[in-house]
């Protein structure tokens, strides 16, 4: 049997162990097919949860705003492909950021653009960590996140693009994530990530040094598109093989980069 907490403020969940129900869009599929795995679920009625806010000069997306609640706010509109790309209507209204961050392989289409930007974790029990480090670890991760806190990009720095076999609802084959630093076709320096091509969304360090003073044209893309897989871990799975992954990473990555999505 599955015990329910509900739990009224961040702080007190941070002290209890059990899974956090947020939209239970994958929890919820655990508790009818395995319930033996989640003997305690922690409900949180927090109104902070929910919310998006101001910390300082960033803002904060508590663990359990949805999808919908991110394409609806002005102030999150270069994330809101990523939340987009997530289900459909239904499942956007449900899963939310913090669910995202936990989403097995192939799921974590937002947390890919998350990781670009360089979100950092914040639990409830006050530790923040960076998005990069939470995701190494998240394997043994316990405990409840709060919040993401992020400075969210101007313009069009981050581009966003989502491969699915079907349309416009599938799950991924990939999803990449590119945020860039620099002026017109001039790149300083940028943040890849995929998500799918590995346990966890990963980081492409190979082709972010590659791109790194690079033109976005066919020539000066070629290098970062070349290097873009040499970072990822892709797996075998009903949607791709871990070959194919391979092999249309950098096409994906080169239609991002020169706008051809
Ligand atoms: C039909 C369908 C389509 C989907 N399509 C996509 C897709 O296209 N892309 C994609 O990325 N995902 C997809 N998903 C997966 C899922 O809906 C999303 O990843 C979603 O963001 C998960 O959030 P949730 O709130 O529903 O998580 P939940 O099911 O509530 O939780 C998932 C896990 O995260 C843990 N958790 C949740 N919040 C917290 C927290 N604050 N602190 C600690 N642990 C926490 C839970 O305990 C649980 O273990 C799909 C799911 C379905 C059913």
Redesign the pocket.
């Known amino acids: 049997m599955t015990e329910v907490q509900t739990i009224q403020s961040l702080s007190a969940a941070g002290q209890v162990e059990g ?9 919820m599929r655990q508790v009818n097919y395995a319930p033996q795995e989640v003997p305690k679920i922690l409900r949180i009625t927090d109104p902070a949860f929910r919310q998006i806010g101001r910390v300082g000069g960033q803002v904060s997306l508590g ?1 359990g705003v949805s999808m919908s609640q991110v394409i609806a706010a002005p102030e999150l509109a270069a994330l809101a492909p990523a939340a987009r ?3 459909g209507p239904a ?1 956007r209204n ?3 950021v ?3 961050l ?2 097995p392989h192939p ?4 947390t890919t653009a998350l990781l670009a930007i360089g979100a950092q974790v914040q639990w409830a029990d006050g530790r923040t960590e960076d998005i990069e480090v939470f995701l190494a670890n998240r394997a043994n991760a316990r405990g ?2 709060a919040a993401v806190l992020i400075d969210p990009p101007r313009g069009e720095a981050l581009r966003f693009a989502k491969v699915a076999r079907t349309k416009p609802k599938g ?2 084959v990939l999803s990449i994530a590119v945020l860039i630093n620099g002026s017109g076709r001039q790149v300083l320096s940028a943040r890849i990530t995929f998500g799918a091509m590995g346990a966890t969304p990963l980081r492409a360090k190979a082709a972010e040094a590659a791109l790194a003073g690079a033109t976005l044209d066919v020539g000066g893309v070629a290098a970062a598109c070349a290097a873009c897989t040499n970072d990822l871990n892709p797996a075998d799975d009903a949607l791709a093989s871990a070959w194919y992954r391979r092999e249309v990473a950098p096409i994906h990555l080169r239609r991002l980069l020169l706008g051809e999505t």
Request: net charge negative.
């Open positions: 899974q956090v129900l947020a939209g239970g869009t994958l929890l663990a790309a997530i289900g499942i449900m899963a939310t913090g669910g995202n936990f989403a799921y974590g289409d937002f409840v996140v799950v991924s």
